[in-house]
């Protein structure tokens, strides 16, 4: 590597490393700092890659064998070739099953036929599941950080010319394959028109195959290689002006062909001498003089390729800094706003609690007065039931009388509170509790997703409603049927008293008491869940009303150091580019 180059190579990296500290610090774009740190990378190691395509049955798979100097890839009479192929550099032959699914495996070469090839209905589905095959091989020409790729025949069927019409966009340059007895097809002369147009493929390689198909008698190696030379010339520059291809293309069509690489050669020759050493099928097959100009072509176009593609993504990530400052403008412009919906909702939450604690209540006031008030239908059943004990008495003594009553109001008072007040004070407590839990799934569903971005103090309404629970269920064990007035009149003689009209009285108020305690107590449950919840507002909106200045502080804070970084790389980006293209001025003097 000469002394320039080395010297273009640290200026180059100096500037990419310029850009990922400046991408960084921008909190840039993924892809594009990957793009940065991928093209460090390749001013490094100068990666290379080389495709051979064309046509299906153009002897691909075989001249690659050839350049590998054994056959590794799968070569057929029938188009075979059905995914992407990558021979690489390693010490020892291997293969490595890239899958679509990101799982991968390591087959001995000779199984490498029953993943790549469609020979079979199979191989044909394996092959649909599999990104790229990678081969590892010893060979010379991949030593120096160079790839080659075999890919699938163009016009074998649709689905194969789209696997290598994609594989375009990631080589940078094309061996087109072309059979010595047929040579230049309208697919072929389109398809290096397509190359030619491609941004990033800037040397094209035409390799005529089978040329020891050709009797030399009839055609002379050089007046036929001439010919075929002269063919491709006239009809690609023909294409691009019938097409009126821009003038850039044009050019770009002259550099790459008038000075164009084009070889015949015969792979299977080429073969054939490598495993017998059969010197006349070497100097038959024209392969020798290929394959060392191949590796000069590439190993140049290596560091032309690396410098090349340096500066143009050097030029395109440093062009999107405007796009990524606008963005990123509009990232914190959608943070802030978040804060604010946030805090909002919060707010919203406090200010409304206690309205949606009274709608909760006000729904249900006619279920709760309903509840209470079916205490009412006990009275009839006390006085029923008094009345049927004293028709059973046989006796008009006072005392007996007065025996009665009191053993009477003794069984009213255990039936009132074990039997009628139980079952009435479960609904109303099943009643409260859902309230409770109605209104924590209304809290829940206003904070649950603003609340944790501002405090990490734990709110857990949850607790607070268990406490109101707690509070309502000693509230109503409070609550007991007694008699407020004694049902035994205090008269001297029972039997001339009515006592029918005391017990009702006594009955009437006691149950008016015992409704009335369950009103109050209620009343103090709900009272102390008001409470409970205003004061849980209270503290909870100053707390937020900080943490919202301090977050908002925070981004606008981030917000200014953004744009001061920004105005200050902007002009340094201009000035990378400006020097990345004088670089590859200087590269080209």
Known sequence: MSVEYKSIEFRLYEYLVQIQDMLTLLEADEDMLSRIIKTKELIKTKKYYVAVMGEFKRGKSSLINALLGQKVLPADVEPATATINRITYGTALKAVIDFKDGTNRDLDIAQLADYVTKLTPEGASRAALINEAIVYAPTVICQNHVDIIDTPGLNDNEEMTKITIDTLNNVDAVIVAIHARAPFSETERNFVCQLIKSDNINNIVFVVTFIDQIDEDDYPYDDFMDKIKNRIQKEVFQKLSKDDEPESIVRKAHDMMDNMHIYGVSATQALKYFMTNDKKAFEKSRFDIFKSELLQIVTAKQVESAVQNAVVDIKDVLSELDNQFNAKMKKFDEELSIIQTNASNIYNYCESSGRNLSRLFGNNFHKIDSIINSIYACKNLLVKDFIKDLSSLRSDKHRDIEALISSASSKQYNRMNEDYLPPIKKVLSELFENICMEFYGIRQGALTDSLSKFVSEEFNLFNLIDDAILFKNTKLDEVHFSWQISPIPNVRNLAKCN????????????????????????????????????DDSQYMKPLVSKAEDEMKRSVDIRKQVYINNYEAFSEKAKDIINKSQLVLCEFYM
């Open 499 to 534: 006592v029918i009209d005391n017990i009702t009285q006594a009955v009437d108020v006691s149950v008016d008491k015992c409704v009335s305690d369950l009103r109050q107590h209620i009343d103090l449950s709900r009272e102390f869940l008001f409470t409970s919840t205003n």
